[in-house]
């Protein structure tokens, strides 16, 4: 029961981070077109906000979910302490990622200093999600299923 319980966090982030890695995708459409003057390449705008908005909404939900669950079930937290910490990081990282988003998105208008600090944010947010995840699954393979 604790096993499945303990899986719930993992299952959901993973899904966030693939989520996250299709947002990013369709992001970089946008800085070829603005930073690099590529002709034909279409920004799917819409698609990026949404697919974007529920990765990080989602990651954040996730957040919360993982120490909720660690606060009621587990009281060894030592392996977690490099996961914890750097969901530390992360946790501004999503909120900036989400706040410059939705800006851009409802109050469009021809931008160029935004956009950069959105892409730069968000990418190292990525790099540090895929870290996340590393460590992530390394607790969940010694810790959760004792594998
Ligand atoms: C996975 C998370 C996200 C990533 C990796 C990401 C990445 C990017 C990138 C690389 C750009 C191009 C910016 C540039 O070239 O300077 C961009 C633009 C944009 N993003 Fe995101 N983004 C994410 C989440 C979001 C969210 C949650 C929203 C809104 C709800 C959003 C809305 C926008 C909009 C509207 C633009 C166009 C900006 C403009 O043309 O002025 N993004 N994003
Ligand atoms: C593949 C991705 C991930 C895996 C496999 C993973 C795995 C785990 C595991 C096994 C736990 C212990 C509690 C539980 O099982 O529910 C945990 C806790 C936690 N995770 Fe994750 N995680 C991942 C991604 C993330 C991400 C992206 C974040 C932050 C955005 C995050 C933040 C946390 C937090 C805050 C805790 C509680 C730590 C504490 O309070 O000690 N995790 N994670």
Redesign the pocket.
């Known amino acids: 029961m604790n096993t499945l319980l303990l899986s719930i966090h993992p299952f959901f982030q993973s899904i966030g981070i693939l989520?996250?890695?299709y947002?990013?995708i369709?992001?970089?459409?946008?800085?070829?077109?603005?930073?690099f003057g590529q002709q034909g390449v279409v920004?799917r705008?819409r698609q990026?906000?949404?697919?974007?908005?529920a990765?990080?909404f989602m990651l954040l939900g996730g957040l919360a979910g993982g120490k909720i669950i660690t606060a009621l079930l587990w009281q060894e937290t030592a392996p977690l302490h490099g996961h914890q910490r750097l969901a530390m990081v992360l946790l501004p990282l999503l909120l900036v990622?989400?706040g410059?988003?939705?800006y851009?998105?409802f109050l469009?208008?021809?931008?160029?200093v935004?956009?950069?600090v959105?892409?730069l944010n968000?990418?190292v947010?990525?790099i540090l999600l895929l870290v996340q995840a590393y460590s992530g699954i390394q607790v969940y393979l010694h810790h959760v299923i004792k594998w």
């Not at 469009?108 to 160029?112: A, G, L, Q, T």
Request: proline share 4%.
């Open positions: 989520l996250a890695f947002g990013a369709l992001g970089l459409q946008r800085a070829r077109i603005l930073h920004f705008r990026h906000a949404m697919v974007g908005a990765a990080l990622g989400i410059t988003g939705l851009l998105y469009p208008e021809k931008r160029k935004l956009p950069i959105h892409a968000n990418g947010l990525f």
